[in-house]
């Protein structure tokens, strides 16, 4: 009995030691913004305390704000000493064609969620 008690008492203190050394892990995953103007889906990232990262870029159509974000992923990157910021960096993937593609111009396919959605806009319009 006593040498659970031992090792119970280890283990807490190499838990303490490890957070205090590392920092506390990041708990939660950054919120869904996929799908939103890369302006919106940065803003509301930063303000839930994550540091936004362009990790790819397809089509060139639209300013960079008004792309759209196709994906996402949380990155970790292992730190060196005691630095909360681990795990803090949200990848984002834009595109910048962000329009039905026809036989002339390049975008998303019309059965997609984004071309039927444009397709339907399209057609409330007139």
Do not use: W
Not at 24 to 45: M, R
Not at 79 to 101: I, R, W, Y
Not at 108 to 113: D, E, I, K, R
């Amino acid at each position: 009995m006593g040498v659970a008690l031992i090792r119970r008492g280890v283990s807490a203190a190499m838990l303490v030691f490890t957070l205090a050394l590392f920092g506390a892990p990041v708990t939660g995953a950054s919120p869904t913004v996929t799908g939103q103007k890369y302006s919106d889906a940065s803003s509301t990232l930063s303000g839930a305390g994550f540091k936004v990262v362009v990790a790819s870029t397809v089509g060139d159509r639209l300013r960079r704000s008004e792309c759209v974000v196709s994906a996402q992923r949380d990155k970790s990157s292992a730190q060196k000493g005691n630095h909360p910021a681990a795990g803090t960096t949200v990848e984002v993937s834009l595109n910048c064609d962000a329009q039905p593609a026809s036989a002339t111009t390049p975008g998303f396919s019309a059965g997609s969620p984004d071309g039927r959605a444009a397709k339907a806009a399209a057609a409330a319009q007139g």
